[in-house]
């Protein structure tokens, strides 16, 4: 049995704070612990994830590269300036 000097001293900030989080777990808001916590994305997602990305840096790349005077060959491979096609 705890007597008066071994127990806690009441914080009211601490209550406070515990009273908000509660809140904030009921509204779903809470940004730590369980309500925090993602479903892990499944590898369809990630790989969906990654091919736009990726089609979105290509983007980007090809109008780089165009405006630094690159050009395509016929098969789709970029020729920096100043070079030709061999062959």
């Known amino acids: 049995m705890l ?6 001293k009441r914080d ?5 704070w515990l009273l908000k ?3 904030q777990e009921k509204a779903g808001t809470l940004k730590r612990g369980a309500a925090a ?3 892990v994305a499944t590898s369809e997602e990630v790989r969906e994830s990654l091919t736009v990305a990726l089609r979105q840096y290509g983007r980007r790349l090809g109008a780089k590269r165009e405006a ?3 050009t395509k060959s016929e ?3 970029w020729i920096p300036p100043g070079y030709g096609p061999t062959g």
């Open 75 to 77: 098969d789709g491979h």
């Open 3 to 8: 007597r008066d000097e071994d127990s806690a």
């Open 68 to 70: 630094e005077g690159w």
């Open 37 to 39: 916590v993602r479903q």
């Open 12 to 16: 009211p900030q601490l209550a406070m």
């Open 21 to 23: 989080r509660a809140d």
